[in-house]
Nanobody
Framework: QVQLVESGGGSVQAGSSLRLSCAASRRIGSWGLGWFRQAPGKEREFVAAFQLTNGRTYYANSVNGRFTIFRDSDQNTVYLQMNSLKPEDTAVYYC???????????????????WGQGTQVTVSS
C-alpha cells in the first residue's frame, strides 16, 4: 500500500505563504489526491484535490484563489501552495489518496483510503 508523508507546515503570520508537500512512496494508482484539514474541535474538512487522471483541480470555497494544488513532474509528489494565509487556516493538514476504484468524489473524506500523518499549520494574526 502506498504511504504518504506530508511536510512543510509551520507557524507564520497572517498574509504569509507556505507550501505543503505530500510525497508518495511509489507511483499512485488512484483517481486523485486530496488535502484536508482539521482544526481543534472541528470536523475534518476538504481543502483541495488533484485529479490524477486528467489534471483537474478542485478547491473549497474558503481557499479558492489563495491555495493552489499541483503535482511534481515525477508524479509522486503533490503540493499545496498556500498564499494569503489567515488565522482561520490554522489546522492540521492531511493529504490522502483515494482507492482508484469507483467514482472520484473528491471532497468526500470517505473516498480516500490512504492518509498521511498530518502537518501542523498555525497562522497568527
Amino acid at each position: 500500500q502506498v504511504q504518504l508523508v506530508e511536510s512543510g507546515g509551520g507557524s507564520v503570520q497572517a498574509g504569509s505563504s507556505l507550501r505543503l508537500s505530500c510525497a508518495a512512496s511509489r507511483r499512485i494508482g488512484s483517481w486523485g489526491l486530496g488535502w484536508f484539514r482539521q482544526a481543534p474541535g472541528k470536523e475534518r474538512e476538504f481543502v483541495a484535490a488533484f485529479q490524477l487522471t486528467n489534471g483537474r483541480t478542485y478547491y473549497a470555497n474558503s481557499v479558492n484563489g489563495r491555495f493552489t494544488i499541483f503535482r511534481d513532474s515525477d508524479q509522486n509528489t503533490v503540493y499545496l501552495q498556500m498564499n494569503s494565509l489567515k488565522p482561520e487556516d490554522t489546522a492540521v493538514y492531511y493529504c490522502a489518496a483515494d482507492s482508484g476504484m469507483g467514482t472520484y468524489d473528491y471532497s468526500n473524506a470517505a473516498t480516500y483510503v490512504t492518509w498521511g500523518q498530518g502537518t501542523q499549520v498555525t497562522v497568527s494574526s
